[in-house]
């Protein structure tokens, strides 16, 4: 009994050392770090198949068994791919020779006898805004959520002072993924993790795919990189350094209030 309390101790206290005894998945160093970090605030700047959404399900998973009666919540672009995430959750379910027990699951929920829930949203301020006092906000694909969206579930976690963790690949120099990566500030821990460090993709097959798409696309999907737009007459980084902070507006906001 005493082993086994130990061991109860150990996996709430690390969520990859669960991950690897329970459901047989061993993190790659970058995921425990993830699992195992306390930052409230994180961002996942990872490329295409390299980990980011299974290492947020299992992170999923264990708040939901481990920090009862907790909330979490999945925003995704649409619910397909809300839904999507889930079903990765529910997957990681079934790997536990010892399951709690659930008392409702649907394409969008999951809620556990411990008290504990997850949701998986669209990117929608109608539904989104009427959960509140939530443990761990996931914001997947998150380069492709609007920003209102952002900032409108942004206070869900307020009560609680839980977590938010976004995670993408870069989809241009524009929205608020780009703008915590870049301006941020400490705040956030930021992870990024391009498909080269993935041991489980060959060097091979990234250079058939650097061939096949070509820099720009490459770039963007495989290194973690913020694109300009390709129609774009004028750069981001030639646009800002044309601003000069020092030059006093010919209006002030007030002449028109």
Known sequence: ?????????????????????????????WQENVLDGSHKRMILNCARQTGKS???????LH???????????????????????????????????DKPGITKDNESRLEFANGSRIIALPGSTVTSRGFSAVDLL???EASRVLDDIYF??????????????????PFGKRGFFWQAWTDGGDGWERV????????????????EEKKSMGDWFYNQEYLCSFMEAEDNVFGYDLVMSAIDSDVKPLFEVSDYE
């Open 138 to 140: 996931i914001i997947d």
């Open 63 to 97: 708040t939901a068994v481990f920090r009862a009666p907790a909330s979490v919540v999945i925003i995704s672009p649409s619910q397909t791919q809300s839904s999507e995430s889930l079903k990765k959750v529910k997957l990681f379910l079934a790997l536990m020779s």
């Open 54 to 60: 299974t290492v947020t399900g299992i992170l999923a």
């Open 192 to 207: 990024m993790i391009p498909a080269s460090d993935c041991p489980r993709i060959t060097a091979e097959f990234l250079a």
């Open 1 to 29: 009994m005493p082993d086994r309390m130990n061991k109860g101790l150990i996996h709430g206290l690390s969520p990859s050392r669960w991950s690897e005894d329970v459901l047989g998945i061993v993190p790659d160093p």
């Open 152 to 169: 409108g579930v942004r206070p869900l976690v307020a009560v609680s002072n839980g977590r938010i963790i976004i995670l993408s690949t």
